[in-house]
Every structure is written in structure tokens, then in C-alpha cells.
């Protein structure tokens, strides 16, 4: 079964995510900030991030750069969903090492298309 | 309101010649949504008042009106992936090979919609051309729903539209911003053509295709339809050409002019003519 890190401060946004990777069988579990995302992601090596980018704490953008500066088994892949829905802040994601991007509102369709996109459907 | 037997077969019918679409007794509520709209627009009470109508006279004007609202035109990018995935492992790579001498692809999307399927081949062709920098591409998209047609020329897409199917690395290489819009950039715009042709009609005035896409529409149609379209498509298409159809589309039982390739699915060519 494949796993998710679900990375949201928002406890609404982590139960609506849940339950679509849930119905599309992966075992997930959350964080909620970019710190207790990296301390989880150490352990758990998670094969997908589902990130946040605006959070206490430790932002979502700075949390995919820290990700990949990591030394892993295996590197996940990182989707941004956020609010931040402007040109340039998808392509600094992009830059800094997101594997997609959703821009919220989001729906079960954009995270399953985004995942069949990264072959992991 | 509910339509008596004969009017729902009055215009069942009436639909059917336009568009090809069959409709059984069990999609009355498809017209219902679909044309209730439109009586109101031409100041009649209901759906059997617009059938009163049509049984006097069919105005051109409305029998568009009401063709168009009967299509449906769902559609997203790189539907079903494979097919383009295929477009650039297989299909690409053998034509351009048996094009060296007349250095033209030509590619006909028979059910374009909105858009969305003739730019995922413009973008597909465009990430691929540097292997095939003689070749010239045409594509050529087509639809009986001149609205929505405009749309897919306008190339202007819902933030909604471009997470499906899209990944983002192509979004922002091929996409403009505007607002929570997205507009495909004019590089791909020109790349493909748009006219209104129904699929009813024969397509001769096109010339010959070396791939066609028919995806996700003859589904609509009843099988004697789907025959003699087909046979069209053939008759459209290179010796050595392809037929792309949707994911739960088969020549099975339509066509034995075709055989599919090995390794691929819903992709076919012709067998020897
Ligand atoms: C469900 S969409 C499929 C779009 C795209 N090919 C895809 O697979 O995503 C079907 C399209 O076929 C068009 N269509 C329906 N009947 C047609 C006909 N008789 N001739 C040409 N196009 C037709 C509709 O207007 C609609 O845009």
C-alpha cells in the first residue's frame, strides 16, 4: 500500500485529503507544519508529501527545499496544494523541487489526475 | 412537465438526424434539462410546446440550438494518458520515419470540444519535434458545436479545467496566466485549426489524414451510425495511418478494416486495402 504525509494546518483540509487518498488506498498520516512534516518524513519515508505551502511554524516551501536535501532511502514525491495560485509561486515550487501542484479550492479529480500524472496510480 | 410518446419520438428522432445521438425513453430527463432552457429562450411554455413548434417548423436557428444542447462535451487533457503516451513512443516515431519524402503529419481530432484534446497532440508534438525537425505538422479540430468550438479557438481554460490531466511543468510552459484563467499561448493556438463539420457529414473536403483522433463520441451513436463513420474514417485515413479512439471505444463489431498493433490499446491501423 502506498503512503501519504499529509501536510495542512488546516484540520478541515487534512480530513477532506485523508479520505480521498484513503478511497484511493493509501495509508496515510498528517502533519501539521512543515517541522513535524520533516521530523515524520525521517521515519516514515513516506512515497507522497501532500503540502501546504502557508503554515506556522515552518512554511511548505521551505519544507520540499529540506526534503530534498535529505538523505533518503527513497525521495517522495511532493504535491503542493495551496491558496497560493500565482504563475510565479508554482514555478518557485517547481524550482525548489515539487513534483506537482494543485491549486486550491481542490477536488478528488485534481488529486487523482495528479497522481496518475506521477505514476503512482 | 413530461412529453407524450409521440413527441418524445417526434424529436428523438429529429435529434438523431441532426446529430446522430440516440436517445431511449429512459433519457427523457436529458431533454428535459437540456432543452427546457431553450423553449424558455424562444418564449414557449414548456418542452411540448417546443415540439408543437418544431412539427410546424424546424427553424435552422433552433434545430442548432437544440443540436448543441444535446451534445455533451466533457472532455479533459491528455485523456486516459496512454494514448499520448503512445502518440510519442510509437505512433510519431514510425510516421515521421515513412514521411521523409513529403515531410507532412497530418492530424484530424474529429470530436475536439473545448479544446482540450487538440492541444494535448500540439503539445505532445511540440515536446517531440526536435526529434523531427523536417516534419511539418498540421492539425486540424473539429466539431458540430460551433460554441464550443470558440471556446477551444479561444483557448482560455478554468483553473478547475487545467488539473485535469495536465501536469504542471507543461501549465506553465505553455499557459499564460490571467487572473484564476489560464490561456493557452499563441505558439500552440496556431498550431491547430478549427472548423464546424458534423461527423454525419462526409469528410472528404479534408483531404487525407495520417492520424485521427475519435475519441469518446461514437458512444453516442447507434451502430449502424458508428458503420458508417467509420468506414469514412478509413476512407480518410493513410494506408499506414492511425485511428485513436477513447478509452471504452473498440472497432469490435463496427469495423473489420482494422487491426490494433502490438502493445497498444484503442489505437488501430488499417489492414491492407
Ligand atoms: C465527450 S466529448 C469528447 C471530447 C474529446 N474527444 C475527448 O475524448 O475528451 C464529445 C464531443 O463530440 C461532439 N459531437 C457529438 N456529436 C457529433 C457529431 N455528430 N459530429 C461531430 N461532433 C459531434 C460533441 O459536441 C462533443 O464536443
Redesign the pocket.
Known amino acids: 500500500m502506498p503512503s501519504c504525509l499529509l501536510v495542512d494546518d488546516s484540520r478541515v483540509v487534512r480530513i477532506v485529503a485523508r479520505k480521498i487518498f484513503e478511497d484511493l488506498h493509501f495509508s496515510c498520516d498528517e502533519a501539521e507544519n512543515g517541522q513535524e512534516a520533516l521530523d515524520k518524513i525521517a521515519v516514515e519515508s513516506p512515497d507522497v508529501v501532500f503540502l501546504d505551502w502557508n503554515m506556522p511554524v515552518m512554511s511548505g516551501i521551505e519544507c520540499v527545499v529540506r526534503i530534498r536535501s535529505m538523505t533518503l532511502f527513497k525521495q517522495p514525491k511532493v504535491i503542493f496544494c495551496t491558496t497560493e495560485n500565482d504563475f510565479g509561486k508554482i514555478t518557485e515550487a517547481l524550482t525548489k523541487g515539487a513534483d506537482e501542484y494543485i491549486m486550491k479550492p481542490f477536488d478528488g479529480d485534481a488529486v487523482k489526475s495528479k497522481l496518475a500524472i506521477l505514476g503512482l496510480l | 412537465m413530461t412529453l407524450l410518446a409521440a413527441d418524445f419520438e417526434f424529436i428523438a428522432k429529429l435529434i438523431h438526424q441532426k446529430?446522430?445521438?440516440m436517445l431511449t425513453p429512459e433519457k427523457e430527463y436529458l431533454l428535459e434539462t437540456r432543452l427546457s432552457p431553450i423553449a424558455r429562450k424562444w418564449n414557449l411554455s414548456d418542452l411540448p410546446a417546443l415540439v408543437r413548434k418544431l412539427r410546424v417548423f424546424a427553424e435552422p436557428a433552433l434545430l442548432e440550438e437544440i443540436s448543441d444542447a444535446m451534445?455533451?462535451?466533457?472532455?479533459?487533457f491528455f485523456?486516459d494518458l496512454k494514448p499520448f503516451e503512445a502518440l510519442k513512443a510509437e505512433i510519431l516515431p514510425k510516421l515521421c520515419a515513412a514521411r521523409k519524402g513529403t515531410k507532412r503529419v497530418r492530424i484530424w481530432c474529429?470530436?475536439?470540444?473545448s479544446g482540450?484534446?487538440p492541444y494535448s497532440i500540439a503539445i505532445t508534438l511540440l515536446e517531440e519535434k526536435h526529434k523531427y525537425p523536417d516534419i511539418q505538422f498540421e492539425i486540424i479540430g473539429?466539431?458540430?458545436?460551433k460554441d464550443?468550438l470558440k471556446r477551444a479557438e479561444e483557448g482560455i481554460y478554468t483553473q478547475f479545467e487545467v488539473q485535469r490531466g495536465l501536469p504542471i511543468q507543461l501549465l506553465v510552459k505553455y499557459f499564460k496566466q490571467d487572473g484564476d484563467r489560464w490561456q493557452i499561448k499563441d505558439e500552440l493556438r496556431r498550431m491547430v485549426q478549427y472548423k464546424v463539420?458534423?461527423?454525419?457529414q462526409d469528410p472528404a473536403q479534408f483531404g487525407q489524414f495520417d492520424i485521427i483522433?475519435c475519441?469518446?463520441?461514437l458512444i453516442?451513436f447507434d451502430i449502424a451510425t458508428k458503420q458508417k463513420i467509420v468506414e469514412r474514417l478509413h476512407s480518410r485515413l493513410a494506408h499506414d495511418g492511425y485511428v485513436v479512439l477513447?478509452g471504452s471505444e473498440a472497432m469490435l463489431g463496427i469495423s473489420e478494416k482494422f487491426t490494433v498493433p502490438a502493445g497498444l490499446r484503442s489505437i488501430y491501423t488499417p489492414l491492407s486495402k
Not at chain 2, 451534445?71 to 479533459?76: A, K, V, Y
Not at chain 2, 463539420?197 to 454525419?200: A, C, H, I, R
Open positions: 446529430n446522430g445521438l451534445t455533451t462535451n466533457e472532455t479533459l485523456r474529429a470530436a475536439a470540444s482540450q484534446e473539429t466539431d458540430i458545436n464550443i463539420f458534423n461527423l454525419l483522433f475519441r469518446n463520441v453516442y477513447g
